[in-house]
């Protein structure tokens, strides 16, 4: 019984050594990935506008954007190769590469910074001129002097309506007096 597992160890021995490995050498021979492998997000940072869709699109968020700084930042084990962010970029600056990323032993995050780009266009602040200063600050007075006229207008009703309310009142006393 012994001879017969040697006999079945033999075959696949000789099968072995006459035929192609099953591995590939790895460091000399790099795999060829097939064309639609979502490998990981490569950025051509010239022709991105830093509109920030991308970083809006990622469900993970692993992709930041900053205008004001003018850098565009991955981390690149936070990112799951998706391709939701390369696919709503207006500029078509993200793709996606065949390579995955190399493992490493620290998540870090890979910066980009934004050479190219003008600084934003700062709007000079107008003043207006003496005259319309001096008009727009006579406005509040002269709304002050019209409602005070407006208050003496009222109280002088008022006094009108309670000498209207005495007069009758007065006329009634004096017919009971000369009674």
């Not at 990935?33 to 950025?43: K, L, Q, W």
């Not at 998706?82 to 490493?104: D, H, I, N």
């Not at 780009?117 to 207006?128: A, C, I, L, N």
Request: proline letters at 8%; charged letters at 20%.
């Amino acid at each position: 019984m012994k001879n017969m597992n040697t006999m079945k160890f033999t075959g696949t021995v000789l099968k072995n050594l006459f035929s192609k490995p099953a591995t590939r050498p790895y460091p000399e021979q790099p795999r060829e990935y097939p064309d639609r492998t979502r490998g990981h997000v490569e950025i051509d940072i010239d022709t991105c506008v830093l509109c920030g869709l991308c970083s809006r699109k990622c469900p993970t968020g692993a992709i930041t954007v900053d205008r004001a700084g003018k850098t565009w930042e991955i981390q690149r084990f936070g990112c799951i190769q998706c391709g939701c962010c390369v696919e709503v970029c207006p500029k078509k600056c993200l793709s996606m590469k065949q390579t995955y990323t190399q493992p490493g032993d620290v998540k870090k995050t890979e910066s980009f910074l934004k050479t190219n780009m003008p600084d934003p266009v700062v709007k000079p602040v107008v003043k207006p001129a003496a005259p319309a200063a001096d008009a727009s600050a006579s406005k509040p007075v002269a709304q002050a002097n019209a409602a005070t006229a407006n208050t003496a207008q009222v109280n002088a009703a008022t006094v009108n309506t309670a000498q209207a309310n005495a007069a009758p009142a007065a006329n009634a006393s004096e017919a009971q007096g000369k009674a």
